[in-house]
């Protein structure tokens, strides 16, 4: 016995340690809940891609690439819980289109939005030819030659200072080339030294190095003129890459932020008034173990916030209808477990027993009703849009967690409170209803 309440009194702390971590973050700032675009306000951008040049059977590695390497751009953006994903519009009109649709809370500026991401930068490493033309009207291609590294050969870039004594703390851009790209670079420097390397971006000359001896490393620096602020934007500009499809912008949305501002007020009420029904209702009809369940529902609560706030999950007005839907179904198992008890200790078993083969009896159920519903959140979750994957990803985790808080901690709590006997008031107090 002292085993089953040490455990209920444990979980009762962790409960109340959740709940509190999640409180306080929230309040002070340290941690707060990610906001979907239709509840923080922002920016939605839906491009088109062209797929007229690749073969169909490589349209779905394309899509793929393509919403990976805006994925990079958008949190190289610093947006907070960007949503980047693909879907096939039009097929109800017979003309389907592959789509790229990006979701940017927190941005209204739809320009600078469409801007930054559709910007590809193109980075161009070039020798200088050995009878370069001296005059000025000299293009670029009259000096040097074709490129033979670009930016495709990049793997990443990043802001690095200087550590020589005579350009201390100068900001630098450091590249890291593919696999391929450092081989290229390689045998260029190499069979080179002693020659002018230019580094151009979008056509315009950004250092012009001499080639000093062979560099194998696989990594390049890329120094000059820079402020920390402009060495920092170049890596972020390198880092965008190249888009594997082109693609065109065919429509902006703008979201108020007063929208997400009732509608979060708005389910915070419902989902505060749809706990305390509940767990009032439990109380009444079930006695104990209705108290015991609403104690298990707290800890649910808690422990979903904290998923919440630390996985973190982008909350949507559709995530927290899920929330709130899945509070009455977090009870459902209960309900189920209370209904076997009634019907054991109608049978004259002990309360002590009763508890026991109801949540045995009860438990096939339970698994094969939240199985179902797993499976539905999975299906939404994988064909539906972002509203609907918000609310399937709440939905499907909520189910989860029930379960475990259904079967785990009510059980516990009601193994705490030792029922021994089968007499009256026992009966009463945990059985359900009006009458057994």
Do not use: C
């Not at 209204?108 to 009207?137: H, M, Y």
């Not at 990443?156 to 350009?167: D, H, K, P, Y």
């Not at 979008?202 to 620096?221: F, H, K, L, Y």
Request: glycine content about 10%; overall charge neutral; proline content about 3%.
């Amino acid at each position: 016995m002292w085993k089953q309440r040490f455990f209920a009194l444990l979980l009762l702390v962790v409960g109340l340690g959740l709940g509190y971590l999640v409180y306080h973050n929230q309040t002070t700032g340290a941690k707060t809940f990610g906001l979907g675009l239709d509840l923080s306000g922002g920016t939605q951008l839906v491009y088109k891609a062209d797929i007229s040049g690749i073969p169909s059977a490589d349209v779905a590695d394309s899509m793929a690439a393509l919403r990976d390497t805006i994925e990079r751009r958008v949190n190289l953006f610093g947006v907070s819980e960007p949503i980047v994903q693909t879907e096939v519009g039009g097929t109800l009109t017979g003309n389907p289109e592959q789509r790229l649709i990006v979701e940017l809370p927190g941005v209204t500026d739809t320009e600078r939005a469409v801007a930054l991401i559709g910007q590809t930068p193109v980075l161009e490493f070039r020798l200088r030819k050995l009878d370069a033309s001296t005059s000025t009207s000299a293009t670029i291609n009259d000096v040097f030659e074709p490129a033979t590294i670009t930016g495709k050969d990049v793997k990443t870039a990043q802001l690095v200072f200087s550590q020589s004594s005579a350009t201390m703390s100068e900001p630098q851009v450091e590249l890291t080339f593919t696999s391929e790209g450092a081989q290229k670079f390689a045998d260029l420097t190499g069979k080179n030294v002693g020659r002018v390397f230019g580094i151009f971006l979008d056509g315009q000359p950004i250092s012009q190095p001499v080639i000093r001896e062979a560099i194998p490393s696989g990594t390049a620096v890329i120094s000059g003129a820079f402020t920390a602020d402009g060495a920092k934007e170049l890596a972020r500009n390198l880092n965008y890459g190249a888009l594997p499809l082109p693609i065109e912008i065919i429509g902006t949305q703008t979201v108020s932020s007063t929208l997400g501002d009732l509608a979060v007020r708005a389910g915070l009420y419902a989902g505060l008034l749809s706990v305390l029904v509940v767990m009032l209702f439990m109380i009444i009809w079930y006695r104990i173990p209705g108290l015991m369940a609403s104690l298990a529902l707290a800890i649910y609560i808690a422990f979903m916030l904290a998923l919440f706030m630390y996985i973190p999950v982008t909350l949507t007005a559709a995530g927290i209808a899920g929330f709130i839907l899945s509070i009455g179904m977090a009870v459902d198992a209960n309900v189920l477990i209370f209904a076997r008890m009634r019907e054991e200790m109608k049978s004259g078993k002990t309360a002590a027993v009763a508890i026991s083969d109801g949540f045995a009896r009860a438990w096939p159920s339970i698994r094969d009703s939240n199985t179902s519903s797993i499976i539905t959140a999975v299906i939404l979750f994988w064909f539906g849009t972002s509203l609907i994957k918000g609310f399937a990803l709440v939905f499907g985790l909520g189910v989860l967690v029930s379960m475990l808080t259904a079967i785990g901690v009510s059980r516990t709590f009601l193994r705490a409170v030792g029922a021994r006997g089968n007499n009256s008031f026992i009966r009463f107090f945990f059985g359900s209803g009006v009458t057994f």
